[in-house]
């Protein structure tokens, strides 16, 4: 299984990026998909999960609906839009999936203030 993110990069507060994750190796559209993240000297922690059949999702508390989790099983790839930036949101994003759990190696946010 290989999870690929992409899209992370430098933003000022208040802006936007949107990240991707392509996965191959997987059954795509049998898997949950979620993204985690995890700033220096911090826990990992959930941003967004999204079910098999985009049935439903689930937002870390902190989102507050800022981001956007969607997934494309034809491509088998799945997006996190993300608005309203803050400094607080600085954090290494991973793709998550499962089964059978697999992770991304992770791509850097970075939103300055």
């Known amino acids: 299984v290989q999870l690929v993110e992409s899209g992370g990069g430098l933003v000022q507060a208040g802006g936007s990026l949107r990240l991707s994750c392509a996965a191959s190796?997987?059954?795509?559209?049998?898997?949950?998909v979620a993204w985690y993240r995890q700033a220096p000297g911090k826990q990992r922690e959930l941003v967004a999960i999204?079910?098999?059949?985009?049935?439903?999702?689930t937002y870390g508390d902190f989102v507050k609906g800022r981001f956007t989790i969607a997934r494309d099983d034809t491509n088998n790839t799945m997006y996190l839009q993300m608005t309203n930036l803050k400094p607080e949101d600085t954090a290494v994003y991973y793709c998550?999936?499962?089964?059978?759990?697999?992770w991304g190696q992770g791509t850097q946010v970075t939103v300055s203030s």
């Open positions: 998550y999936a499962f089964p059978p759990v697999s």
């Open positions: 190796g997987i059954t795509f559209s049998d898997a949950a």
């Open positions: 999204i079910s098999i059949g985009s049935i439903s999702t």
